[in-house]
């Protein structure tokens, strides 16, 4: 069912012509255009998603607050990568991995019921670390020499914007940590500027997780067990966290979720009792294949969340019948059966379409 009263083509219509008047001067016209038409194209995209989402049951203030979202994180970090110097063919996959990254957490903490403040810092953690690790990567096919890679990973359009509007003396430094706070569940964020900060900012932590203390409704035996979980996840990738989480109840991940953002975390945690629970949890894991045609469905999913059926049947039509089963089925939860690594190159290949 459509989300009612969530005209997503209007929305990013109304970002992208905030961002028309925001869009730094000293930038030349393909520059500009580039911060725009990115801004469009995925505040477009998720607003599009988010319409036709039909399991996530999201209300119209929580999708304008998800594609405002990703339409400020892409005018910042389209801006950070044109002042970077990086070569304009890699602007678009790192953009890519960042909205991709965004709307992913974004559905993700929404439907954990999350206080705003955390979704906001857990967002703006995974930003910079996927713009960090793309440009990283850039460096280690060689693509970028060190310089430009330390020059690319210390902007920050946002950090920039907010120290310029103080010394305009646009806003006080009160105000300017005030409108790092989120905003009330209920306020008509459709009304807010595109530069209007969507993020917790470095000065608002997000609420302590009190270790000494088990969190009421869990008995210590399952809050140990996602405690586990958390440190393991903080060492696997931000796609793989997503397509694991996906299978906890809401509750638990978002537990899992708090746990995994507390600093030192590991230091906090007896070690071998976090051996002996991961050992627990392995005894009752699903074999290997199970688990990674699990992931494959995941990874079609999200990729195909990100464009529209029309499109994604345009992309298959010419494909061979298994291939467009593998597809359609992964889309209703279900694993079309083929060789697992025939059916990994199959949603590689989608998510690098998207």
């Known amino acids: 069912m459509a989300i009612k009263g969530f005209d997503y083509e209007a929305f990013a219509q109304n970002l992208t012509q905030q961002a028309q008047e925001i869009v730094p001067q000293d930038f030349d016209q393909n520059q500009k255009q580039y911060v725009v038409n990115t801004l469009m194209n995925f505040s477009r995209l998720a607003g599009e998603a988010l319409y036709n989402d039909k399991e996530s049951n999201f209300n119209a203030d929580q999708a304008v607050m998800i594609t405002q979202i990703i339409a400020e994180w892409s005018f910042h970090k389209s801006v950070d990568l ?29 439907k954990q019921n999350l206080p705003q403040d955390q979704i906001l810092q857990l967002i703006e953690h995974h930003v910079k670390k996927a713009y960090d690790e793309s440009i990283k990567e850039l460096k280690t096919k060689n693509l970028i020499n060190e310089a430009l890679m330390d020059k690319a990973m210390k902007q920050s359009n946002i950090d920039n914007m907010m ?37 917790a900012g470095a000065g608002v932590p997000a609420a302590p997780v009190d270790m000494s203390k088990p969190i009421e409704k869990y008995k210590p035996p399952k809050l140990l067990k996602l405690v586990a979980v ?67 469905v995941d990874k079609v999913k999200a990729a195909a969340s990100m464009i529209d059926r029309q499109k994604l049947e345009t992309m298959v ?15 209703e939860g279900e694993f079309y059966k083929m060789p697992p690594r025939v059916a990994a190159v199959i949603a590689s290949h989608l998510e690098h379409s998207v």
């Open 82 to 110: 044109i002042r970077s110097g990086i070569p304009q063919q890699f602007w678009d996959p790192i953009m890519q991995k960042i909205a991709f990254t965004i709307f992913e957490i974004a559905k993700q903490t929404f």
């Open 163 to 199: 120290q310029q509007m103080q010394e305009n003396q646009e806003v006080t430094p009160e105000q300017a940590a005030a409108a790092q706070q989120p905003l009330p569940q209920n306020a008509p964020v459709q009304n807010q500027p595109v530069n209007a900060p969507a993020t």
């Open 230 to 296: 958390a440190l393991l996840l903080k060492r696997v990738t931000d796609d793989r966290v997503q397509a694991i989480l996906n299978h906890f109840e809401q509750d638990d991940a978002g537990t899992v979720l708090r746990y995994m953002y507390v600093d030192n975390l590991e230091q906090k945690v007896d070690p071998s009792v976090t051996m002996r629970v991961l050992e627990d949890i392995g005894k009752n894991l699903p074999s290997a294949t199970e688990v990674n045609t699990n992931l494959l």
């Open 317 to 331: 039509q010419l494909e061979r019948p298994n291939v467009r089963r593998f597809v359609f089925n992964a889309l």
